[in-house]
């Protein structure tokens, strides 16, 4: 029994992947779920492979959710934390991959600020490349976990309507979502003020609401942005007070629906600003699901990557039950 | 080209060695208490769900089942080229103390069971363990044994033997065919 | 020590100085064109003549790149003046103006001598200096225009940066007159394109890059053209890369605006397509942009709305650019690319006639910038470029003469190329012929 459609060497966004590829990992963090809710949360899986997680991006909730998901497939994991870019002091990106290879590591598990970084970096080693979020390109293991986290409450993915809403100007994972959506046969939409929007939105396949509430009556599910401050030091926006008048999901809101919308958010959350307490703790948020998922889909992708050596298998061959 | 199947054992003789297995299951264990029978994926559990069946039948007492998966505890996932499909494992009760009856199609080699040893392992630590197998082929390279055995048989290299099941291959059979056929 | 007297045999001269096109040979003594005719027509007794067979090739006045960074003073491990002089006559340039960007900034007649005793030294192609418009290209305080001129500088210019304050490019403008100099700029609004590093569009938006629009080179050419209309300067704008550009130049153009501009050969044949994968030797400034612009300033060099053709030759360290693309260098190098990349994208392509391109790598650039060259004519000093249209080549940056490896042209197959490059009746650069 062998998986169809390899994922190849590396994870580095949810573009490059095709709709069965992605079929494939959700399929797979399903038993990874059951793991988790284990008494003992470990299978020997990926025993004795060397996993480093490279992060340049200070980031607790992914590198912890990637620790767990190494740790409980029985991996031997390192955490690298580092600031600078190869153009501040410290080591050069290229000069840290070459290193890294000449240990010996399995896999690296890469955040960085500048978009491409991951691809840079799985240019030049070996070892397998996550991308675990490179600059405002892609998070392709929270697309994941949010179309697992879909999944898992519509049954489905093609034909649900789900409205990403927020700073997606800035957002890696709006664009792993907006992919990997698209690619499964989900409807897609933005909402957000053009500011925040990029200019070629229009090219992306989405629709796009510039009103909270029209997207409100749209959709089925909205994943929610975190909105950064630095956007409004920067002039993107003249006051977070105002962006949570306008564009903040609120009980009130929601409760003009026509429907019961499902609420996702990849976390952390600014309460108060895009999202409200009341609608972030109510009924039908999922976040605290996205987080469980996280480690699953983790799980999965180690797994799928860690593949094995097909010329070792002919010589395995004869080994069975 | 057509491929050369033998059959060992048909639909009616195949039913007929899973009753009298599920009766040895109940002769060792001196009656059902504290049985646990847990199958291995696939057809392992398949095959399970009719030994429990049969005890149902005979006993008039439902024994506690369970699904296995043995993917993830595999000795040979770094060579075995593309990652294998993980199916779902559950164990809805806890195994400490009990009497764990793992069933199995085939036996071969031995790994198998060695890697559903582990991970009953991580769940606990039953009382006894015990394997029971539809088919023999021998083979080991582990020093496993069965407790209950369904069928012996003795096949050359370059052949495999198969067990389907109605359930997912439309038919109940044991067959003997050449490897290499599909 | 003077050459002996030199006969380029049977070419196909083409001259648009002197509407000149036909087969024949080209006579040359003591550094000068002294007669071309037919073949076997033009003939000289006496002294020692070196004779090249230029069948097959087309003779033409040699190649004038306006913009183009030697990186000495300051960066000498990159590109030196010789090394970028013989690159330069590696791909049939016979001059280059070299811009102020050095470290320390060209900006006083002691850097413009020191550049202009450098290009002698190397020997090769001849190298004009530009001088800084402001101190230390700072775009507070007026360079010394007069003395630099003095000293050699044939044009000012702050490029690789903006002249951010229009008051200042105004009096530029004004001040240059005296000279008859042309003031350049690299037109980009410094808030629109901050942190820039690509086009602005589908693709950047893919890629998770921030985007310079067009609209930040749109900006500063049409205040260029405006205080040109004001001052009745010469503004010549760099490396024009949107049809917006293309439109404001032809709008300055139709009301007799004193405004010249260039176009870069990557600009004429890649898009920003090239940035896939985040390749950093396809990232400079201004970036490629989209089909439609590739279309526009192709179209405005064909009808001469853009005037000449420049390298905007740039090198830098194989170490700067294998780095995460926003933090790579803008700039490619293109002296020895520029030839083939012309003929292979435009006339090959269908866009212009050789005798078009000829006249906007040579004629054109001579005139903007009132540099001798350019022509052919009988008694200019005999700057000429050889070259072979057709043959086929595939670009290898290792084997440049330039210092410089980054091309977006590795490993393409283009076609044409440089075979001799004549300075002052001396060969500079000779590619010999596989049989």
Not at chain 1, 213 to 218: H, M
Not at chain 2, 121 to 140: N, T
Not at chain 3, 55 to 77: N, Q, T, W
Not at chain 3, 188 to 194: K, M, R, V, W
Request: aromatic fraction near 4%.
């Amino acid at each position: 029994m062998s998986a169809a459609g390899a994922l190849g060497k590396d994870l580095l966004g949810l573009e490059d992947l095709s709709g069965d590829q992605i079929r494939l990992i959700l399929d797979t963090a399903e038993p990874f779920k059951e793991i988790s809710e284990r008494a003992i949360k470990k299978v020997p899986t990926l025993r004795g492979s060397t996993i480093v997680n490279l992060f340049f991006e200070a980031s607790t909730r992914t590198r912890v959710s990637f620790e767990f998901a190494e740790k409980r497939l029985s991996a031997d994991t390192v955490n690298v934390a580092s600031t600078g870019s190869s153009v501040s002091k410290g080591e050069t990106l290229v000069d840290t991959a070459r290193n890294l290879e000449a240990m010996r590591i399995d896999m690296v598990v890469i955040r960085h600020g500048a978009s491409g970084a991951a691809r840079f970096l799985a240019e030049r080693i070996e070892s397998n490349v996550i991308n675990a979020g490179d600059g405002t390109h892609e998070h392709p293991t929270q697309g994941l976990l949010d179309m697992l986290t879909l999944r898992d409450n519509f049954g489905h993915l093609d034909g649900i309507k789900v409205a990403i809403c927020g700073d997606v100007l800035h957002s890696r994972v709006a664009r792993s979502n907006i992919w990997g959506l698209k690619k499964m046969g989900a409807e897609v939409a933005v909402c957000g003020p053009r500011s925040l929007l990029p200019n070629a939105i229009d090219e992306f396949g989405v629709t796009v609401f510039e009103r909270i509430e029209d997207a409100i009556q749209w959709a089925d599910a909205l994943n929610i942005l975190r909105l950064q401050l630095e956007r409004m030091h920067a002039g993107y926006i003249p006051s977070l007070r105002e962006y949570n008048r306008v564009f903040g999901v609120s009980r009130e809101r929601l409760e003009r629906a026509p429907k019961d919308l499902l609420i996702l958010h990849p976390g952390p959350m600014n309460r108060g600003v895009e999202i409200d307490s009341d609608v972030a703790d109510g009924p039908h948020s999922v976040i605290l699901d996205q987080v469980t998922n996280g480690v699953a889909v983790r799980m999965a992708v180690l797994y799928l990557l860690a593949g094995g050596k097909p010329e070792l298998a002919e010589a395995a061959k004869g080994g069975g039950r | 080209m057509p491929s050369r199947q033998t059959t060992v054992l048909d639909a009616r003789a195949m039913d007929r060695v899973l009753r009298r297995m599920a009766d040895e299951i109940v002769e060792h264990n001196d009656g059902t208490d504290d049985l646990i029978i847990v199958g291995i994926q696939r057809r392992g559990v398949q095959l399970a769900r009719r030994i429990v069946a049969c005890i149902a039948d005979r006993e008039k007492v439902d024994v506690p089942s369970g699904a296995l998966d043995i993917t993830l505890y595999r000795d040979d996932l770094q060579t075995v080229g593309p990652r294998p499909v993980v199916g779902p494992t559950d164990l809805p009760w806890a195994i400490d103390g009990k009497h764990v009856v793992i069933v199995d199609d085939v036996l071969y080699t031995g790994r198998t069971v060695r890697a559903a040893l582990d991970e009953l392992a991580d769940f606990g630590r039953p009382k006894r363990i015990g394997l029971a197998v539809l088919v023999d082929r021998g083979g080991r390279e582990l020093p496993i044994q069965p407790d209950v055995v369904g069928k012996t048989v003795d096949i050359g290299d370059g052949e495999r033997i198969d067990v389907l099941v109605d359930e997912l291959d439309g038919k109940d059979a044991v067959v003997v065919a050449a490897t290499g056929d599909a | 020590m003077t050459a002996p007297a030199l006969l380029l045999r049977g070419g196909r001269i083409i001259d648009p100085s002197q509407h000149l096109d036909e087969i024949g040979d080209v006579l040359i003594v003591d550094g000068r064109i002294e007669a071309t005719g037919r073949v076997g027509e033009v003939r000289r007794d006496g002294d020692a003549l070196q004779t090249i067979d230029c069948a097959g090739r087309i003779v033409s006045p040699g190649f004038v790149d306006v913009h183009c960074h030697l990186r000495e003073p300051g960066r000498e491990e990159v590109e030196t003046i010789a090394s970028g002089a013989r690159a330069a006559a590696a791909g049939g340039f016979t001059a280059v103006c070299a811009m102020p960007n050095t470290d320390p900034v060209t900006d006083n007649q002691a850097a413009v001598g020191f550049i202009i005793r450098q290009a002698n030294r190397a020997g090769a192609a001849r190298v004009y200096p530009i001088g800084a418009i402001s101190i230390g290209e700072q775009g507070k305080t007026l360079a010394e225009f007069g003395e630099m001129v003095g000293a050699g500088a044939v044009a000012v210019s702050d490029d690789g940066k903006p002249v951010v304050s229009a008051q200042l490019m105004r009096t530029a403008l004004e001040y240059a007159r005296t000279f008859g100099i042309p003031v350049a700029d690299h037109c980009e609004e410094p808030t629109l394109a901050a942190n820039g590093a690509m086009n602005e569009g589908i693709v950047s938006a893919r890629l998770g890059l921030k985007g310079i629009p067009s609209e930040a080179e749109e900006i500063m050419a049409i205040r260029d053209i405006l205080l040109a209309r004001r001052t009745g300067g010469h503004i010549h704008l760099c490396h024009m890369s949107t049809r917006g550009s293309v439109e404001l130049i032809r709008w300055g153009k139709e009301r007799g605006i004193n405004v010249t501009a260039e176009a870069c050969p990557h600009h004429l044949s890649l898009t920003e397509e090239a940035v896939e994968g985040y390749d950093t030797n396809a990232k400079m400034n201004p970036p490629l942009r989209t089909a439609d612009d590739v279309v526009a300033l192709q179209e405005a060099v064909r009808d001469g709305t853009i005037d000449v053709i420049a390298t905007d030759h740039a090198p830098h360290h194989y170490d700067e650019k294998e780095r995460e693309f926003a933090d790579a260098p803008n700039g490619i190098v293109g002296l020895e690319t520029a030839l083939a990349v012309n003929l292979t994208w435009l006339v090959h392509g269908g866009v212009m006639d050789v005798t078009t391109l000829i006249d906007r790598m040579s004629c054109a650039p001579a005139r903007v910038f009132k540099l001798p060259g350019g022509t052919l004519r009988r008694g200019s000093a005999a700057d000429v470029t050889v070259f072979d249209p057709d043959v086929e080549w595939t670009v290898d940056p290792a084997r440049f003469v330039s210092k410089g490896r980054n091309s977006p042209y590795a490993g393409r197959t283009l076609r044409g190329r440089a075979e001799l490059t004549v300075v002052d009746g001396q060969v500079i650069y000779r590619r010999y012929r596989s049989s």
